[in-house]
């Protein structure tokens, strides 16, 4: 099983910037997908980031512009570069991998990292 551990996240205010790391246990390269998800208080986990293959992106409408995903040269580490940050960015952020396992479709979970954007 994939395991992914996820760094970077923090208190900053609106405006500033925080860049979060994942790392999976084992190389992702057949992964369907590897992103970012985030979770405010009392609403649902909703996509932020991700890559579909291994140079296609997919960003949530409300990230665009502000927010980039990026591969480090290991093919196990993915990035989250967060930008001219909102008081609504605020949320619990999750590293996601997707991949088959055998003819199932599975995700994998970081244990989740607190980005709050506050003044």
């Known amino acids: 099983q994939v395991q992914l551990v996820e760094s970077g996240g923090g208190l900053v205010q609106p405006g500033g910037s925080l860049t979060l790391s994942c790392t999976a246990s084992?190389?992702?390269?057949?992964?369907?997908?590897m992103g970012w998800y985030r979770q405010a208080p009392g609403m649902e986990r909703d996509l932020v980031a991700t890559?579909?293959?291994?140079?296609?992106?997919k960003y949530s409408d409300s990230v665009k512009g502000r927010f980039t995903i990026s591969r480090g040269n290991a093919e196990n580490t993915v990035y989250l570069q967060m930008n001219s940050l909102k008081p609504e960015d605020t949320a619990v952020y999750y590293c996601?991998?997707?991949?088959?396992?055998?003819?199932?479709?599975?995700?994998?979970w970081g244990q989740g990292t607190q980005v709050t954007v506050s003044s």
């Open positions: 996601n991998v997707r991949q088959y396992i055998g003819v199932r479709l599975t995700d994998f």
């Open positions: 084992e190389s992702i390269r057949s992964s369907v997908s």
């Open positions: 890559f579909i293959s291994s140079t296609i992106t």
